[in-house]
């Protein structure tokens, strides 16, 4: 079968880092083993973007990457969205100076954000996609690419993809990590709303195939447009083993270790989980000198000023460590360190639909986990795998209760969650070389269906 030319299109590519860059990266890096030949067409940075310089080491030589010049009416506010901590800092409270300032950028922040759910829709990249059209155009019809692949967050990639389908007729897939409408952090504006409703159904009904990350994701998709749906697949995030060789562990100091990396903002937050350590330590039941937290990754400005005051009214200076945004590896590092791996997930019931990209990671990394999540896809294979301790997030004491047993199982030497993880099945499905295989395989059943004449 002859090699295929497929332009990813992502906004969120090296030296862009976090979460969000990942499985655009993995596609990228994997697909070429698998009669793929890959263009990324992707922008320039942004002042707010995190960025991850490491990652760029992993993008294939044979992997060309385009970036579009960003059109950003938005990037004056970026002052208003100061960037989380880039290096590692205490938990102690910010001077009083800092603290006036950040309380000035609060109250300036919070109108310039309203005006970006006002005007931004369906989100901030729009202007971007629309500019991005003519070269993206250019480089298929130039190139002879045979499949555009759209992945988002943002959604604008997938009306970049659409327009770019209407132009040239090639086969498109939209690759969806999150819902869309069906968002738990929908906007809750009226009139933006219907108008992302209209997008997002243009996108359904105009896509060759929509992949997604979950079956519950793709149930939504299906009863919300399955009307108009050609074809959805189930790709899974997951993990590549090749990032965990030769990971250096984060020096271990003795005590029981346990460890959050990515992201934390107002709905997920480790405020009970605090309060349930300090309880703990009052009523004598952990030793406060054997223990300590550690948080890596950006903080939403408003929870990193909240967790700061909890630490300092729970007095839990000696027991946390914030230690702001880390390079991929250097992440990794903390995670293989630790004893114990923090999975916070959001409260809202809905939230059960999704399972946190970290998931993965942690399933990798081979430690016991400590899940604050709602029943539901994340639950389910922390269960199935015997990966850990799942608790509903609002359940203090339930955390509490997890957070004992674990603890005590560290000082009797014993794996805290009382079993080993059981990944072997899963390892297949959540290996990121596996799922590019599948993603060039249902390629090459839409480029066959099209040669047959079947669209």
């Given at each position: 079968?002859?090699?295929?030319?497929?332009l990813?299109?992502?906004?969120?590519?090296?030296p862009?880092?976090?979460?969000?860059v990942i499985?655009a990266?993995?596609m990228?890096?994997?697909?070429?083993?698998?009669?793929?030949?890959?263009?990324?067409?992707?922008r320039?940075?942004?002042?707010?973007?995190?960025?991850?310089p490491?990652l760029?080491d992993?993008?294939?030589?044979?992997?060309?990457?385009?970036?579009?010049r960003?059109?950003?009416?938005y990037r004056w506010l970026?002052?208003?969205?100061?960037?989380?901590?880039q290096?590692?800092t205490?938990a102690?409270?910010?001077?009083?100076?800092?603290?006036v300032?950040?309380?000035?950028?609060?109250?300036?922040r919070?109108?310039?954000?309203?005006?970006l759910?006002?005007?931004?829709?369906?989100?901030?990249?729009?202007?971007?996609a629309?500019a991005?059209?003519?070269?993206?155009?250019?480089?298929?019809r130039?190139?002879?690419?045979?499949?555009?692949f759209?992945t988002s967050?943002?959604?604008?990639?997938h009306?970049?993809?659409?327009?770019l389908?209407?132009?040239?007729?090639?086969?498109?897939?939209?690759?969806?990590r999150?819902?869309?409408?069906?968002n738990?952090?929908?906007?809750?504006?009226?009139?933006?709303e219907?108008?992302?409703e209209?997008?997002e159904?243009?996108?359904?009904?105009?896509?060759d195939?929509?992949?997604?990350?979950?079956?519950?994701?793709?149930?939504?998709?299906?009863?919300?447009h399955?009307?108009v749906?050609?074809r959805?697949?189930?790709?899974?995030?997951?993990?590549?083993?090749?990032d965990?060789?030769?990971i250096?562990?984060?020096?271990?100091?003795?005590?029981?270790t346990a460890?959050?990396t990515?992201?934390?903002?107002?709905k997920r937050s480790p405020?009970l989980?605090?309060?349930a350590?300090a309880?703990?330590i009052?009523?004598g039941?952990?030793?406060?000198?054997?223990i300590?937290?550690?948080?890596?990754?950006r903080?939403a400005t408003?929870?990193?000023?909240?967790?700061r005051?909890?630490?300092e009214?729970?007095?839990?200076g000696?027991a946390?460590?914030?230690?702001?945004?880390?390079?991929?590896?250097?992440?990794?590092?903390v995670?293989?360190?630790?004893?114990v791996?923090?999975?916070v997930?959001?409260?809202a019931?809905?939230?059960?639909a999704y399972?946190?990209?970290?998931?993965?990671?942690?399933m990798?990394?081979k430690?016991?986990?400590l899940?604050?999540?709602?029943?539901?896809e994340?639950?389910?294979?922390?269960?199935?795998h015997?990966?850990?301790r799942?608790v509903?997030p609002?359940?203090?004491?339930?955390?509490k209760?997890?957070?004992?047993e674990?603890?005590?199982?560290?000082?009797?030497?014993?794996?805290?969650?009382?079993?080993?993880?059981?990944?072997?099945?899963a390892q297949?499905?959540?290996?990121?070389?596996y799922?590019?295989a599948q993603l060039?395989?249902?390629?090459?059943?839409l480029?066959?269906?099209?040669?047959r004449?079947v669209?």
């Open positions: 079968m002859p090699r295929k030319k497929v990813l299109v992502a906004a969120h590519f090296p862009a880092g976090g979460g969000g499985r990266l993995k990228a890096k994997y697909l070429g083993d698998y009669g793929c030949d890959v263009l990324v067409l992707t320039e940075p942004r002042p707010n973007d995190i960025t991850d490491s760029v992993e993008v294939p030589p044979s992997v060309r990457v385009i970036r579009a960003d059109v950003d009416p970026y002052r208003f969205r100061p960037p989380a901590p290096t590692p205490a102690a409270r910010p001077s009083l100076l800092k603290r300032a950040t309380g000035l950028l609060r109250g300036l919070s109108p310039a954000l309203k005006l759910q006002y005007t931004a829709v369906p989100d901030d990249f729009y202007w971007w629309r991005t059209v003519p070269l993206g155009e250019r480089v298929i130039g190139e002879g690419i045979d499949v555009i759209t967050y943002p959604y604008s990639v009306l970049l993809g659409y327009w389908k209407r132009l040239t007729g090639v086969l498109w897939i939209a690759d969806f999150d819902p869309w409408t069906q738990i952090h929908k906007s809750g504006i009226p009139w933006r219907r108008v992302e209209r997008m159904r243009r996108v359904m009904a105009n896509a195939a929509v992949t997604t990350v979950t079956p519950s994701f793709a149930a939504g998709f299906r009863a919300k399955g009307d749906i050609r959805l697949e189930v790709i899974y995030n997951g993990f590549d083993p090749a965990y060789e030769d250096v562990p984060f020096p271990h100091d003795g005590r029981f460890a959050y990515g992201l934390l903002y107002p405020r989980l605090l309060e350590v309880e703990l009052a009523e039941r952990v030793r406060r000198d054997e300590v937290l550690r948080f890596a990754g903080f408003d929870t990193l000023a909240e967790t005051d909890c630490i009214r729970l007095a839990l000696d946390v460590e914030i230690m702001g945004e880390l390079e991929h590896r250097q992440a990794l590092g995670l293989k360190g630790a004893d791996l923090l999975l997930g959001d409260a019931p809905e939230a059960g399972i946190p990209g970290k998931l993965y990671e942690y990798a990394v430690r016991p986990v899940a604050l999540v709602v029943p539901g994340a639950s389910r294979i922390i269960e199935k015997a990966l850990g799942v509903h609002l359940d203090r004491d339930g955390i209760r997890a957070y004992l674990m603890y005590r199982a560290w000082k009797d030497g014993r794996a805290p969650t009382g079993t080993e993880p059981e990944i072997g099945g297949l499905i959540f290996d990121r070389r799922q590019a060039s395989r249902l390629m090459d059943e480029l066959a269906g099209r040669r004449g669209d």
